[in-house]
């Protein structure tokens, strides 16, 4: 069995410069007043390819290359060749020809049509890489599932070692810069503390209870609500160490309540109730996608990997009531920001609005994160009991503006309460800063996180996940085993990709 071992990764500029440039790669010459139409300006996402990787690696602090032909080299034929400046135009108008059509193909890029329409059609944009006309009037083929690699890591089930992140190593033999473990610089970033969970068990009626709310309160304030998972586990998070408090607990499941005080030691809690609450089969799931155009390298993959898994759902939970939506965003001033596909029990045709999706726009690293996680929790979900799981995929976090940092951070909270898991599926490109943003979605509702790995060979460079040791599995496969361990509470062993 294949297992990955601890990898400590730190923030690097390369990995926050891989974002998704679209400023303008400017090819001009001296000669430009000869020939007034060779300036050429070329979109730097048609080199978001492994081309683009090479170019980062040369230049890693540039969001965007200048490239000036210099044509000294013929300085000394122009006076010989006046009478044959045709000629020389023909040299140019090839250099240009070559350049606008040759590099981005041979970078694994082009710019294709990526077909138009309505919510649900083509991109109604430029392609770009692998993605290009892959959209509703797309012809390229489409690839078959099971070739994505990921691992799978759950800080609730390894809370331990993710407290261990946040640790400083109290040895004045090893340098300050040295002493503090990856995480530790990310207290509170975006409002996040997650160092203090405790988990409440409730049972009802001799079973574990699940779908029942938990609150957890102060002397004057909610701290935190969450919803009991398949097992009867609900994971509070208070925002601040309340060690000797005296706080409240109260569970509300199946017209039961139960209110208990305590004083706060971060011990876990055992709640049982005299009522059984009413269970019904009914699973929420929603795929939120990041479809900005730095996912081209993988989004085609994605496509077929995503539709594999929701049929297979389907399949091996026949008894199941499955509701299925999708929401699709990019960023501010792209062709859209989101793009939604309400919940459905048809889920064929969701499938279909999947395969018309297609990779473009973004700018800068960070999309729209926020405002896609705030639409995705606010929707129609089911208010009678259900398992409600949200698959964030992605490569990017939120803007760092205030605003957003409190929108992400209510969403995540409000996911919780209502008792939505989020399972995060980070792609190429992702940063340090990213990966711990993400892992934050999953803890606080429950979640688990997915990493895509090097090891399928498919796309751009992978971030080494700052987590123990993991197998490495199909994606799709990986995704099916989780959805079935939310829905009955039994775990089995990942399967090796090989």
């Known amino acids: 069995m294949l297992r990955r071992k601890k990898k400590t990764t730190e923030y690097t500029e390369f990995h926050r410069e891989k974002a998704k440039p679209s400023k ?26 492994p081309c683009y990787s090479v170019v980062l690696f040369f230049f890693p602090h540039r969001e965007s290359l200048k490239i000036s032909v210099d044509f000294a080299f013929f300085d000394k034929y122009i006076y010989t060749m006046k009478e044959n400046r045709i ?10 020809a070559f350049l606008a059509v040759f590099m981005p193909a041979a970078c694994g890029g082009g710019i294709g049509y990526a077909g138009s329409g309505p919510a649900g059609s083509g991109d109604g944009g430029y392609g770009s890489g692998p993605e290009a006309g892959d959209g509703e009037n797309g012809n390229q083929s489409r690839p078959s ?25 109290d040895d004045p033999n090893i340098e300050e810069s040295q002493r503090r473990n990856d995480f530790y610089k990310y207290i509170n970033y975006f409002g996040f503390e997650t160092r203090y969970m405790f988990t409440v068990n409730v049972e009802s009626g001799g079973l574990p209870a ?97 539709s594999d898994v929701i049929g297979n759902i389907a399949a091996s939970n026949p008894n199941y009531t499955i509701n299925l939506a999708l929401l699709f965003y990019r960023d501010i001033g792209d062709d859209y920001v989101t793009r939604y596909f309400d919940f459905t029990t048809n889920i064929e045709q969701q499938q279909t609005n999947l395969a018309k999706q297609s990779a473009n726009g973004g700018g800068d690293f960070p999309e729209a994160v926020d405002r896609a996680l705030a639409e995705a929790v606010g929707k129609n979900w089911s208010d009678d009991y259900a398992m409600r799981l949200i698959f964030h995929v992605c490569d990017a976090p939120p803007h760092d503006k205030q605003e957003n940092k409190t929108l992400y951070y209510n969403s995540i909270k409000t996911a919780a309460q209502k008792g939505i898991r989020i399972i995060p599926v980070a792609s190429s490109g992702i940063d340090f800063a990213t990966e711990y943003l993400l892992r934050q979605e999953a803890l606080m509702t429950g979640g688990t996180y997915i990493f895509l790995t090097d090891d399928s060979g498919i796309g751009n460079s ?12 199909y994606l799709n496969d990986c995704m099916v085993r989780i959805v079935n361990e939310y829905l009955t509470g039994i775990a089995t062993e990942p399967v090796p990709y090989y």
């Not at 007043?33 to 996402?45: G, M, N, T």
């Not at 305590?262 to 009413?278: E, G, R, V, W």
């Not at 996940?465 to 197998?471: D, K």
């Open 24 to 49: 303008k790669l400017r090819i001009s010459s001296r000669y430009s007043h000869i020939i007034p139409f060779f300036s050429l300006s070329v979109p730097l996402r048609v080199f978001q390819t």
């Open 87 to 96: 000629s020389i135009h023909l040299l140019f108008l090839f250099i240009v």
């Open 145 to 169: 599932s099971g070739q994505l690699t990921c691992g799978e890591w759950s800080d609730i089930k390894n809370y331990d070692f993710y407290l261990n992140l946040f640790t400083i190593i």
């Open 210 to 306: 699940g779908d029942a709310i938990v609150e957890l309160y102060d002397s004057d304030n909610k701290l935190f609500a969450a919803k009991t998972d398949v097992l009867g586990n609900a994971y509070m998070f208070p925002s601040y160490d309340l060690s000797g408090e005296t706080v409240t607990v109260k569970v509300t499941s199946g017209g039961a309540e139960y209110e208990e005080p305590f004083i706060y030691t971060q011990a876990d809690m055992q709640i049982t109730l005299d009522s059984s609450a009413a269970k019904e089969s009914v699973l929420d799931i929603l795929f939120l996608i990041d479809t900005t155009g730095s996912m081209g390298d993988e989004l085609r993959y994605l496509k077929s990997e995503i």
């Open 462 to 473: 992978h971030l080494q996940a700052t987590v123990g040791e993991y197998t490495v599995e």
